[in-house]
């Protein structure tokens, strides 16, 4: 098993950047795929990013392509999401996930941080 605990998040205006982290304790955190997903009140879980176990092969949602970055460093059992140029639509709470293997799909995941909230204003 993994625990997974996201940090990082807070209130930005537009245009302003964040970086979130996610720290990982158990299972070396390279024996998993890891993803980023969020959820805006009253809407669904949607996927945001995922990185290979090595760190390679980064994949984006098409609404933050060019703006989000996805990194890990197994070293330091962490995983990162640069959020650059932020908009007011990408408010919603941050969850980071593990998985088995390279999934978008959030039902595929095995472990799930608690969550950050993130907030753009206009």
């Known amino acids: 098993q993994v625990q997974l605990v996201e940090s990082g998040g807070g209130l930005v205006q537009a245009g302003d950047s964040l970086r979130l982290s996610c720290a990982a304790s158990?299972?070396?955190?390279?024996?998993?795929?890891m993803g980023w997903f969020r959820q805006a009140a009253g809407k669904e879980r949607e996927f945001v990013a995922v990185i290979s176990r090595s760190g390679g092969s980064p994949y984006y949602a098409d609404s933050v392509k060019g703006r989000f970055t996805i990194s890990r460093d197994n070293a330091k059992n962490t995983v990162y999401l640069q959020m650059n140029s932020l908009k007011p639509e990408d408010t919603a709470i941050y969850y980071c996930?593990?998985?088995?293997?390279?999934?978008?799909?959030?039902?595929?995941?095995?472990?799930w941080g608690q969550g950050t909230q993130v907030t753009v204003s206009s």
């Open positions: 996930a593990a998985a088995r293997a390279y999934y978008t799909s959030y039902s595929l995941y095995d472990y």
């Open positions: 158990g299972r070396a955190l390279s024996s998993y795929a």
